[in-house]
């Protein structure tokens, strides 16, 4: 057999022996975040209506600025601003909450 073929069985037999022992195999990811401090094009895409501010926050790895937060008829509503990575002085990205999901998320790439 050619050495890839052996390196593949082998690697094979080895899971499926800790797997029959019950072991538990883990794979782990990189953290969701890539820039810490700043928002880029590829985090922001990550962000979907629905999901949780503290997602949002992991996502990001930032709490972004609080522009206002309100109450109506038991609803909270909310807004959040965070630093972009790229042009950060021409650029916006903002999120808007609605008791504590997403609303609605806005960015401008400057």
Request: charged share 20%.
């Amino acid at each position: 057999m050619p050495k890839n073929h052996l390196t593949r069985a082998a690697v094979l037999l080895g899971t499926g022996a800790a797997l029959a022992l019950g072991s538990t195999v883990v794979a782990t990811t990189p953290a969701s975040a890539d820039t810490p401090g700043c928002v880029t094009k590829n985090e922001f895409r990550k962000v979907h209506k629905g999901m949780s501010r503290e997602r949002v926050q992991r996502i990001f790895d930032n709490k972004g600025h609080q522009t206002y937060t309100y109450w109506i008829s038991g609803d909270h509503y909310s807004g959040r601003d965070y630093r972009a990575c790229r042009h950060p002085q021409w650029s916006l990205v903002s999120i808007d909450y609605l008791n504590g999901k997403v609303d609605s998320k806005f960015a401008y790439w400057g």
